[in-house]
């Protein structure tokens, strides 16, 4: 089946703790992206990546970062997470840059809770 | 900056009945999509549009994107509980730039 994995779906930690949200896509897309999303603002890109090696960062980057060194794998990692990045965070992809050709597959989302 | 703005907010309607979700926006798009979310998943695509004055029909569900492609409509016609979600809209302006709506989320109680 074609799809998004996300883990964990549920995190609680500690401000200050590092941590990893995994994402990986089976569907060989170019295309990956990390969004958060909060009551009243809706979806907000954290940063995308258009291929292996190629990330750029999105609208709310600040306290994230990110990899792609594989085509299906897009880690986001909070290296010192602080009680505002609690939210529910989705992994997308899609098969190129997103154009009116293609939609985005999503995860089902990781909710983040930082004490 | 929010450049999609979607209207209402929240809805609760009977089943059966008929409702209309806007998606607006002072700026130009490209294209733009509906997701609709439910509880405890990420959004999924329903449709895209392309064209000023395109219309789309998904089963009860139509969607319009406006003449000068600034805004856009989504009409559900006799809404049934699975109906229930979090519909956003989404569009890539004319910059290649991709935003989201503040999404309106529909309750249909049986």
């Known amino acids: 089946e074609a799809q998004v994995t996300q883990n964990p779906r549920y995190l609680i930690t500690v401000t200050g703790k590092k941590l990893t949200v995994t994402c990986s896509q089976n569907?060989?897309?170019?295309?990956m992206s990390w969004y958060r999303q909060d009551p009243g603002l809706g979806l907000r890109q954290i940063y995308y990546?258009?291929?292996?090696?190629?990330?750029d960062k999105g609208d709310v980057p600040e306290g994230y970062k990110v990899s792609r060194k594989e085509k299906r794998n897009f880690p986001l990692i909070l290296e010192s997470p602080s009680p505002n990045q609690t939210s529910l965070y989705f992994c997308?992809?899609?098969?190129?840059?997103?154009?009116?050709?293609?939609?985005?597959?999503f995860g089902s989302g990781t909710r983040l809770t930082v004490v | 900056t929010q450049l999609l703005e979607q209207s209402p907010q929240f809805l609760s309607i009977q089943e059966g009945e008929n409702l209309t979700v806007y998606c607006n926006s002072s700026?130009?798009?490209?294209?733009l999509q509906w997701y609709r979310q439910e509880p405890g998943e990420g959004p999924v695509l329903l449709v895209t549009?392309?064209?000023?004055?395109e219309v789309k029909k998904l089963k009860r569900l139509t969607f319009q994107f406006g003449d000068a492609r600034k805004d856009s409509s989504l009409h559900i016609t006799a809404a049934q509980p699975g109906d229930t979600g979090l519909y956003l809209c989404?569009?890539?302006?004319?910059?290649?730039?991709?935003?989201f709506g503040t999404g309106t989320s529909l309750t249909v109680i049986p």
């Open positions: 990546s258009m291929n292996v090696e190629v990330t």
């Open positions: 569907m060989n897309h170019e295309y």
């Open positions: 989404a569009g890539e302006d004319t910059g290649n730039q991709f935003y």
């Open positions: 700026s130009v798009f490209s294209s």
């Open positions: 549009v392309v064209t000023g004055g």
């Open positions: 997308a992809s899609s098969p190129g840059a997103w154009s009116a050709n293609y939609g985005y597959t």
